[in-house]
Structures are given as structure tokens and as C-alpha cells.
């Protein structure tokens, strides 16, 4: 965005500053000796208005900043530098003489009301007023939605058996001791490790598993002895969301407990393929994308609308260093793109696993490409360790869809690739009816599929 003023004509500044009337006879310039030639100022010296200083360098154009393909520094980006303000310098020279001048007198009126004043000290700052009433945050200020939901957020410190683990986040879910996070911070304590929940005030809580869904990235962990005083996080409704809504992340981002940013809504929908790198198993979902700081450690933690309701769950980040990959590997710090599971299919996902200890997934009874050059989803011609691509008398099959067939748009979203069918498939609960639109042989077809069923992580 360009901010020159070239070809806007600025009236030039007066060739003197104004003289003040009542400025006292003493101060003058005493007269020059009779004969000698009059002084005339020089341009270089003592011209008015003086000439503009040359232009700043602004720290950020020095070239530090990251490297990488995603973060680039200021002059990488802007390799001709700062454009000259042309004609503009001498008003602004001008103008900051005069912002001096005008806070000179200020500052001698102050002093000379402190002087009519004296209390026995050279001092004239003035202190704020630091009564509670003064200090008090209205409800709806982030500063008052962090106040009332940070005693709701837990920072989970897993460890796996064999030492290995890390630190994530988590939040208080119901009164019973249940704590919602991502399955990816709890997975390496799944089994015979340990996990700890430390509360914003310092208390510390072992904690067990109770349940976890791999693809929806989504666990539910219980306190082994809860507080008495356990306050759950109220949910908002994620399906009303809009884009430009105000959001807060809280979390513990590289290990930095009880960190609040804000920022808003980016997009709805938003087809994330995500992995800890640990497995070779994906989670797949359609998320709410956020400019709101989420970094490493943030993942499980709160993502909470203006009123300090829930819509999401942090799940993921674009990694500044590479393009490839979503909440996985490295320590690579935020660039403004987050993404959080929808909190409507968190809580359909939390109370499975707290009733049954497992998630329950609707699918369609078809294999698809997970590449993404198909112009959709692309059912396979061959399943899973040499299945039919097709369950037989599943719900593709009954609604007559063959491998080959691309899938295009599930009911109004377009599909662009397998990920994003499996994401918007995954929106929706075993039973509900969809419109498919697909392509075979050059040709468009629609048809209508009910969802099956998948229970657990096979």
C-alpha cells in the first residue's frame, strides 16, 4: 500500500517564522556597526524552513526478520526501500518545530502553576487514580472474558512411558472432572504414561484418559481428584459463527501457561488435514480458520467467542517454515492462519467418548483418492489392504456409486479433494441424508446417500 504524496501540491512553508510581538528589546540581535553590509542567512546553515533530516531507516528494513518461505523481512519484500515524500519534508520539518515550540510553553506553565503551588518538591507528574473502582473491567472486555475463563483452562503435561511427551491444553468440560483437549496432546501418556493438569492458580491434578478419536482429534481426559470448585467453560453454537466475529485463544503456547491473544473468524469450513507426526494416521476437519496467535502448546485449548463462549478447539497451524503439513513436527511459530475443530461436533464427539470410551464416525462405504489433483474426490478402484473399494450394500453402493465416479459437491460445498469429503462427511451423524453430486463419464449425476456408521478408530 502505497502512502507517496507525489504530485500533490503542498503550500510551501513561510520563507521566516513569525516574530512575537511582545518578545522583550534585550533579547534581540544587538544592531550591526554602521557600514557593515547586511547579513543575510545562509541556505546551508540557518535557511527556514531548515531542510528536512534525511529519510530513517525503519528497524524492520535492516533485513532481520525470519527467512523463510512463509516470513520474508521488510526489505526482502520491499527491496527499493522507502519512497521520498517529495515536496511534503519541509511542511513536516516546519510542523515539527512548531509541536516543539507549543510543548515548551506547555511544559513553563506547568512549572510556573507547580512554582505558585510549592509543596517542597520538584515534582510535576501526576499519578492515576488506583481505587477498584477505576480498575474495574467491563464483562465484555477481553480483559474481563480472560479473567472469567482462564480459572477454566488447564495446561496438560504428558508423558509417554518411555519419557517422551510435551505439553498442551485443555478445558474444563462439565462439573465431574472432565477436560476436553486434542488427541494429539494426550496420545503419548494413551498408554501406561502419565498426564497432570495445572490449573491458572498453580494447583496441579493427575488426570487419566478417558477416551480418543484419532480422526476428529478429539480427547476427553478426567481429573483423578477434581476441585470442588470446577467451573465448566459455557459453549457457544459454532454452525453461527460468522466470519469477522471476534475471537480469544487461550493456551500455553511453547510451554507459556495461561497466554490470552485475540484476533477474528478468517473462514468457516476450512478442510484441514492435520498430523503429530507420530502415526501415520490423519485427522480430518472442516475448521474454523483464525488470525487470533496460536503457536505450539496452544493445541486443545479454547477458541471463545465475544460473550467467552466456546466455538472451537485449537487444533492446528500453518508451519512458517515449509508449506507442507498442518499442527505437526517442529517449533515453527504463528503466522496468522490457526484452525479449530467446530465446538458442535467437539461436544457430539466428547459425549461418545465419555459415554462409550469411543468415537463413532459416519461414512459413505467408499474408498477415495487422498491425493489432491482429481478435480474432487475420486472413488478408488481398490480399498484398503485389497478391499472393494465399494462396501457392498453400504450406503455408496445402494445409491449406485461405482469406482471411478469423482465426487464433486457434497449437498452445497464443493468437493475439491478426498480430505474435504472425509472433513464435510464428518460434520454431519450416521442417519443423515446428503446429496451427492458426482461425475462419470463426462457426465453429471446427483444422488441422495444415508450415512453409515464406523465405531472407533479401525
Request: glycine letters at 16%; proline letters at 9%; a negative charge.
Amino acid at each position: 500500500m502505497s502512502t507517496e504524496n507525489e504530485g500533490n501540491e503542498v503550500p510551501k512553508a513561510p520563507s521566516a517564522p513569525p516574530v512575537p510581538v511582545d518578545t522583550p528589546a534585550a533579547s534581540a540581535d544587538p544592531a550591526p556597526p554602521a557600514g557593515t553590509p547586511p547579513h543575510t542567512p545562509d541556505a546551508a546553515a540557518g535557511a527556514w524552513p531548515p531542510p528536512p533530516p534525511p529519510p530513517a531507516v525503519p528497524s524492520y528494513a535492516q533485513g532481520a526478520g525470519a527467512g523463510s518461505t512463509w516470513g520474508a523481512s521488510y526489505a526482502a519484500q520491499h527491496p527499493e526501500g522507502p519512497k521520498p515524500a517529495g515536496r511534503r519534508g519541509g511542511l513536516i520539518a516546519a510542523m515539527l518545530v512548531a509541536a516543539l515550540v507549543a510543548g515548551g510553553i506547555g511544559g513553563g506553565i506547568g512549572f510556573w502553576a507547580a512554582d505558585r503551588n510549592d509543596d517542597g518538591t520538584d515534582s510535576t507528574t501526576v499519578s492515576a487514580s488506583d481505587t477498584p473502582a477505576d480498575l474495574k473491567r467491563e464483562p465484555g472486555s477481553v480483559a474481563g472474558i480472560a479473567n472469567k475463563a482462564l480459572p477454566s483452562v488447564v495446561t496438560i503435561d504428558a508423558q509417554g512411558g518411555n519419557g517422551e511427551g510435551g505439553t498442551g491444553t485443555g478445558f474444563v468440560y462439565d462439573k465431574q472432572g472432565h477436560i476436553l483437549t486434542n488427541n494429539h496432546v494426550v496420545a503419548s501418556a494413551a498408554d501406561g504414561g502419565k498426564l497432570a493438569a495445572t490449573f491458572s492458580n498453580g494447583k496441579k491434578y493427575d488426570a487419566e484418559v478417558v477416551g480418543r478419536a484419532e480422526g476428529y482429534d478429539v480427547a476427553v481426559i478426567k481429573l483423578k481428584s477434581r476441585p470442588a470448585d470446577l467451573k465448566p467453560l459455557p459453549l457457544g453454537n459454532s454452525d453461527r459463527v460468522a466470519v469477522g466475529d471476534s475471537t480469544i485463544a487461550i493456551g500455553a503456547p511453547f510451554g507459556l501457561s495461561n497466554t490470552v491473544t485475540t484476533g477474528i473468524v478468517s473462514a468457516k469450513d476450512r478442510p484441514v488435514t492435520s498430523s503429530d507426526g507420530a502415526t501415520s494416521k490423519s485427522s480430518y476437519m472442516s475448521a474454523l480458520q483464525t488470525d487470533a496467535s496460536i503457536n505450539p502448546g496452544n493445541s486443545g485449548g479454547p477458541l471463545l467467542d465475544s460473550r467467552g463462549a466456546v466455538i472451537g478447539i485449537n487444533s492446528a497451524i500453518k508451519p512458517a517454515e515449509s508449506g507442507g503439513g498442518l499442527g505437526g513436527g517442529g517449533q515453527s511459530g504463528s503466522i496468522g492462519l490457526g484452525f479449530a475443530i467446530p465446538v458442535n461436533q467437539a461436544k457430539y464427539v466428547a459425549e461418545q467418548l465419555i459415554k462409550n470410551g469411543q468415537a463413532v464416525y459416519p461414512v459413505i462405504g467408499a474408498s477415495v483418492s487422498l491425493g489432491e489433483d482429481t478435480g474432487g474426490a475420486k472413488i478408488s478402484q481398490e480399498g484398503t489392504s485389497g478391499s472393494q473399494a465399494v462396501t457392498p450394500n453400504g450406503p455408496a453402493d445402494q445409491a449406485g456409486l461405482k469406482p471411478g465416479d469423482v465426487i464433486t459437491k457434497l449437498d452445497d460445498t464443493v468437493i475439491d479433494s478426498g480430505p474435504t469429503l472425509i472433513g464435510q462427511i464428518w460434520t454431519h451423524k450416521p442417519g443423515d441424508k446428503v446429496k451427492i453430486t458426482f461425475e462419470r463419464d463426462g457426465k453429471e449425476r446427483t444422488v441422495d446417500v444415508v450415512l453409515g456408521q464406523r465405531k472407533g478408530e479401525s
